[in-house]
């Protein structure tokens, strides 16, 4: 059967190209996944999510104050409202396809999508993820931390740590007109050398003009290129990364909650980065 390749990049009939036409056409003619040029954002727009990124880094800088032993995920809610609508923005997960609040909060067991809950109380020994959304102007920025309640076991504080680990080296990973598929490679490797797993079932995304853009950035080794990384690109890098097996399944009571399969704990780092001539700059961390 005849291959259908993907031709993202398009020049308008009779029109000259440009050096940047020149460049990403030679690695569409080539068979590779080039961008659209929605993807790659203009100084305007990026001037854009960057002022979005700084009131999402600020969100989680104020939750890295805040955040207690004792505490619900409810009040980490309200915290990340008031703060993201007090700074004229207004948080990305809030009714985000049904979604019931404001921000996720996913605690040991939970990988990700977690919602907070006056029900569910902080305690000493937790780890938690809290992912961090931003809309400020139409401009959409995404990060998340891990913050360690009290002391907890020596295992659960190395997951911690070489799950930030995982996204450093693959944010290193990732150079400018390489290809998406390097980011996973690399972090996957990292995670098993500490014999730690990488789900596969979520991944980076493309953010800024809307949350969830293309292209999709998987933390593990597809042993595909997947898509050219162009300077002007903004997308995520977010691994989560298990204790013991890569397997998860979605609560079915709520819809959202990620939860390991073998409820061993996991944890997960995300930044937004821009794609520059030189490598990635953190956009929101
Ligand atoms: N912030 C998540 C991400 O990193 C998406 C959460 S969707 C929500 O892509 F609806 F659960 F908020
Ligand atoms: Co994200």
Known sequence: MLKKRIKNWHVPHGQELTDLDKRILDFQNRGELVPTRRLIKTPEQIEGIRRSG????????????????????????????????????????LNYEGFPKSVCTSINEVVCHGIPS?????????????????????????????????KTSPRKEKLVKVAKECLDVGASAARPWGFVGDIGKAIAQHAHKHGFSVVRDLCGHGVGLEFHEDPEVDHYNTHRKG?????????????????????????????????????????????TFLMTENGLEILSH
């Open 54 to 93: 700084v009131v999402n880094t600020g969100v989680l800088d104020l939750l890295e104050k805040e955040i207690h032993a004792g505490m619900s995920t409810a009040e980490i809610d309200r915290l990340v409202y008031d703060y993201t609508t007090g700074h004229g923005a207004i948080p990305a997960p």
């Open 118 to 150: 006056e029900d569910e109380i902080l305690e000493e020994g937790d780890i938690i993820n809290i992912d961090v959304s931003t809309i400020l102007d139409g401009y959409f920025s995404d990060a998340s931390r891990m913050f360690i309640i009290g």
């Open 227 to 271: 898509m050219l990384l162009v300077p002007g690109m903004v997308f995520t890098i977010e691994p989560m990364i298990n204790m013991g097996d890569w397997q998860v399944f979605i609560d079915e009571e709520d819809g959202w909650t990620v939860v390991t399969e073998d409820e061993l704990p996991s944890a997960q780092w995300e930044h």
